[in-house]
């Protein structure tokens, strides 16, 4: 299970788990943690999933949260995952990671 995620993306997982640990309930962090491994193994199976976004990048929802997982193929490598967007907060703003 091969995959890179960029320390930024890592971060806007870790801070949208304890948004949902503070706000709602440890069960809910964690089943977000759990939608974002299930995303995550998705793309290592089958990186040709999500359509087509910017900059040759890939775009790929979770289904019970509103994030996106944006990502580069690598085929030695497994999926780059460049950021874990909020759905409704400033699109385009990980552009820069994936160059």
């Known amino acids: 299970m ?13 801070d949208a788990a304890v948004y949902y640990a503070t706000h709602a309930s440890s069960l809910i962090a964690a089943a977000f943690l759990a939608e974002f491994e299930r995303v995550r193994d998705l793309l290592i199976e089958n990186q040709q999933r999500g359509p087509h976004s ?3 990048l890939r ?19 497994g999926p780059q995952i460049f950021a874990i967007a909020h759905q409704r907060r400033a699109p385009g703003y990980w552009r820069e990671r994936g160059q």
Do not use: C, M, S
């Open 2 to 14: 091969k995959h890179w995620i960029h320390p930024d993306a890592e971060a806007e997982l870790g």
């Open 54 to 56: 910017d900059d040759d």
């Open 59 to 77: 775009i790929y929802h979770f289904d019970r949260f509103p994030y996106t997982v944006v990502y580069g193929i690598d085929e030695v490598n």
